[in-house]
């Protein structure tokens, strides 16, 4: 994908950053800060049908010093799309396809189980994944 970050609507990122006491975009730290001693809830990205749930503790990219951590989750403005980074791949698996009818992905919540990682796989929830340009 290019990047740790779940790079994400910018209204989504603020409704969620806004929800932490004392959250802020600081720009000379790379983007939201919020302080370390505080438990992030978790966040729940829609994917068509599929919701996918990225734990509190994904959403802490790096310690900054003084007390504030760099966020995971930060904002996609300036994109038309939203990224799912390393952060989304330590939460679920993800198999891409591009056979017939066209682009998809399967996507499945890790679990802490072997078997039940499995089951999971096997039971993924598929949704279409169009790629802006190519025609359908």
């Not at 310690?63 to 930060?74: D, H, K, P």
């Not at 802490?112 to 999971?120: F, H, T, Y």
Request: glycine share 12%; charged share 10%; net charge negative.
């Amino acid at each position: 994908t290019g990047t740790s970050y779940l790079l994400l609507d910018d209204a989504a990122v603020t409704a969620y950053w806004g929800q932490i006491p004392g959250a802020h975009v600081d720009e000379s730290q790379g983007g939201w800060v919020y302080n370390c001693s505080i438990t992030l809830p978790p966040i729940v990205v829609q994917l068509q049908n599929y919701g996918a749930e990225i734990s509190g503790d994904l959403l802490n990219y790096q310690t900054r010093g003084n007390g504030l951590c760099l966020g995971a989750l930060q904002s996609s403005v300036g994109l038309q799309h939203m990224i799912l980074g390393d952060v989304f791949f330590k939460a679920h698996y993800v198999v891409f396809s591009l056979a017939s009818p066209g682009p998809q992905l399967g996507l499945a919540p890790h679990t802490a189980g072997a078997g039940q990682a499995a089951d999971n796989v096997a039971n993924a929830t598929v949704v279409d994944a169009p790629v802006p340009g190519a025609s359908q």
